[in-house]
């Protein structure tokens, strides 16, 4: 069977260094860095104080006006997935409903939403705490008591959960990402969610690729967004034992992906979607071409469903069955793009899978780490990475990880660090792995030739 | 050459019962798994009853593996259950040569339960009544002092993926999906394109699910989706009824094992179906409302009717998603008619979700199980508590009586809130096709 092309004609990030990708790439080659002390909520009694916090995000300016109200219902994950996908449908130049409605183009779609489809990876996104907490504390059976409250459940039933709006639970199912930005753009083609943890915008992409492959669809916005930066999300981490706690002071040198003293990552929110395209329509539209996807891989550790496999293997695995997809040797990367999330065992891993198919190899492969500036935006994370790595190749230049100053000797990788790196990469391997599950997965992405 | 995609293995947990014929025969006579709500107390709540999963044990199924999964929520050791009688109903527990990095996982998994009381205790204790707000340095002290982080760890989607993936050592790709209602159906389907591709030659697919804790039954009263039938919960789910009044939270668990043809036949697999279609759309119309003309759900269908290259009339049997609520039936029928046509009425339509409730995440892996015995046993399971007969659902929905015929293709339906519309088609296995 025929298999068509698929390339990337747009990307869409929402990161806690800039809106839309042009602004976030070029905050990273100017060394910036997103991490700061926490402003949402006052984090002084956690472990971890800082995070990758995206300051402004106007999402009204990325809907139509009639969908305003809508954004009430909108947890903050859906409110970055639904800005990523306005940034990346303008980055492609798409004529979509979205862009019609806000009068920003005049005449008809240029894509048939019927063959118009989504793929979105999402994490398990937390309640609103004021909303919830509020709710229940509505109905404690001691409201004056300093400690133990008490919860009533017969008075949660009979009153308390009235507290509540009616559209409570829309707002944090997975698939709402997925949901509103359908409705936004009106993509009635193929659409999935998938929630795979850090994994989840590389299985996204991948399986989107998959779809155009198959002529399932012409078009397809994927990737994925999320925000842990709630007291929910910050004291799971903390209580994993996953987060720097020694940097509350130097939020700027916190998360030293494959560092030798790299002590843990940092929570962060964000959020990447691209648009794929069968790569007949994007010709046919006259639209630029980044790149090509050429390969994809998945697998998962058999081990352990959170402790990475020291040797890296389920790793490995996806990304040999990506390299084997692409029907490319190793020898012909020239840029990885890897998960990087600052642990001791997540980053030695990751090295040590790299250095398996790579061999001798992986000690001069430019690595373009980029959590260092951004922290880890859980499920947007890959589609971020990924977005930053195609940009590198496009404006031939690497980023620098500006918190990287030793490189760990026993992950014996070539991560730029300290100043940009001129480039003449084509062909990219971008990497993700799920913390919690150890989903793991790999895609391929070739320079755009034109 | 086309790669097919057989099914040579099938395991469920539902509030009807932990294994396949005992389940099936209880479908067939009509019994419902429904009663009042006994995992928390529900007295005050609008609706006070829901489908459980009764006398379950993990241990049970797991034995001596069971220890390393202890900590799983509880969906997750329904999906460990369903995958280990599924596993072993393929007979793959006596394949000796099965390459394990072409074994994948793709479930439609539910996340987990919240720590409730841990979570409520934080939360009210944290709650500043002065100043209407979550005074989170508080609800730090609390939190750290009460939550686990395991427990925590395992509310995670896709936490049942990760434990299938170490229970049966399998490395292939492994996903989650987690689509609404349309979950597990979105999962078996995007597994069929898996194996067709040659990315796997064994995918463990299907969904688990739980929603009966409060948040969950909050949520759902909240948008007003349930039946609060309180005094009949048995006659509670009423699909296609013109009195059904919502649908009735359930939970559970429905595992398969797909496999390559070739795959199958060299290892002497027992193959109990074959997957031909699949089709997945988005409404993209309303966060809360089905499309009106049912547009998501006709173009779901005609997508995995082109899939199988399958005429409508072909269809012997529609397993329908059929909630119980008035809206979504409606729309289903109007959806049906669109892509049937004037053949519509001549088509049996059932809902299983009548006796079994809705087990959300889990329901479209269950239904597919359901279809597949279909097939096998030549009998439709019938629509319970059919009675009064709604203008606005005119076709046959098999009501109240499981129906002898003869049935080769079955086209099941699931669709998700958010307008997540997604259809397989299974048929009986013709080696000649």
Redesign the interface.
Known sequence: MKKERVVITGMGVVTPVGLGIGETFDALVQKQCGIARITAFDPSRFAAQIAGEVKAAPIQDCVPKGYRKAVKVMARDIVLAVMAAYYAVRDARLKTKCVLERGEETGEPDVDSTRFGANIGAGLICADLNELAGALASVAERPEAATDRGFSMTRWGSEGMQNLTPLWLLKFLPNMLACHVTIVHDCQAPSNTITCGEASSHLAIGEAFRTLERGDADVCVCGGAESKLNPMGLMRQELMGRLVTDCNDRPEAACRPFDVCRGGMVIAEGGGLMILERLEHAQRRGARIYGEVVGFGAAASARHWIKPDPDGRALALAISKALRDAQISPEEIDLINPFGVGTSADDAAEAAAIRQVFGARAASIPVLATKGALGNCGAGSGAIDLAIGVMAMHRRVIPPCVTTRQVDPACGLRVICGEPVDSRAETMLSLARAMCGGQTAALVIRRSQA | M?RRVVITGMGWITPLGHDIEGVWAAILRGESGIAATTL???????TRFSAEVKDFSLERFLGAEYSRHRDVARQTGFALAAATLAWRDAALDLAPTLD??QV??YLGGG?GPMDF?NF??A?????N?AE?????????????AR???VT??E?????A???L??A?????????????CAAST?AIG?AT?IIR?G?AEVMISGGCHSMIH??GV???????ALSTRNDSPTTASRPFDRTRDGFVLGEGAGVLILEELAHAQARGARILAEVTGY??????????DIHEDG??GI?AMR?ALADARRRPEEVDYISAHGTGTQENDKIETLAIRGVFGPHAPKVPISSVKSMLGHLIAAAGACELITCVLAIRDGVIPPTMNYSTPDPLCDLDYVPNQARKARVRVCLSNSF?????NDTLIVEAFDAAR
């Open positions: 086309n928390f107390d529900a007295r005050t709540f609008p394990r990095t994948g996982v996340e009381d409520t205790a939360a009210v204790d944290g709650w009544y209407n707000v979550l005074d989170t340095r508080r609800w730090a002290e609390v939190a750290r939550f686990r982080e925590e760890a509310q995670e989607p896709h936490m993926a990760a434990h993936a170490c049966f050592g399998v490395e292939g790709p492994n996903f989650n999906a987690l689509t609404a979105q995007e394109n591709r990315d409060p948040f909050t949520g759902f009263n909240r948008l007003t089709g997945s759309t988005a409404d993209a119309f309303r966060i809360t547009r998501g173009a997508r998700g809130f958010g307008g997540q």
